[in-house]
């Protein structure tokens, strides 16, 4: 039996299925994942949360590197993988998105902003630290050409990308509403990650701890592996696209 085939027979079987998300999903929409070779921490180290509020210079080099889009987070379109969770969720088959990903790729396949849940924030705008205004790209810009320590125009507080950075909290909110996911769903599928940051990746032990079935697609082998009920190492795209034509 295929690997579409053995997946579409197990998310015919589920009830509340709950899709997890990282970096691989992206890859096929020409984002660079983070851990395979050539991957983007290959290429520059996080920043900081601590050493961006200390240093200008640090800051500087931050919003460089989303000007000259040299993650690549911005600016990409959806792939297969992102319609076909998107079809599974408005067929009503998957309840919730949990994502790691910052690149807004899920909502720009057409899931409904209240299913996306990002543990990681999103790249495709900014936020003030301090009294966390929403700031556009098109108005930080500017300030960065002319070379402006970019501040909060209300509270002078330091305004950043709206991603969660390595030192920074993660939002409560969204982990409240992924783990109560992980804790009611039947099927917890993974999609594209290597499951090794914490708290995202505890996720799916909280799901198999709580009776869910764990499936993992990713191309290589995953740090819970051990425990998935399935693992496929498969394209995702490609995957998911044949899966969606078995399925009843
Ligand atoms: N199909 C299937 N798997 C893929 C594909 C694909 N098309 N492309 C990449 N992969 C797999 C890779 O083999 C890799 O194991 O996706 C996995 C992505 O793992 P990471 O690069 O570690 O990305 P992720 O798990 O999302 O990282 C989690 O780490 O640095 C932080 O905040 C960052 O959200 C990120 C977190």
New binding site residues.
Partial sequence: MSSAAILARHLDDAQRVVVF????????SGI?????PG???SKMK?IMLQDFVRSRDVRREAWTRVFNRTAGWTGAAPNA?HHAVTALLHAGKVTSIIT???DNLHQDSGAPLEKVIE??GNAAYAKCLNCEIRYEFEHIEPRWRADEDIVCLACDGLIKTA??S?GQPMPEEQMARATLEAETCDLFLV???????RP??GLPIIAKQDGAKLII??????ELDEIADLVL?????P?LTDTLALLK
Wanted: hydrophobic share 35%; proline share 6%.
């Fill in positions: 998300t990282g970096a691989g999903i992206s890859t096929e660079p994942d983070f851990r395979s991957g983007v921490w996080p993988g790691q990903n910052v543990l990681h991603t969660v390595f999609l594209g990650s290597s499951l090794v940051v995202a990746s697609v990713n191309r290589e082998p995953t190492h498969e394209e995702i795209g995957l």
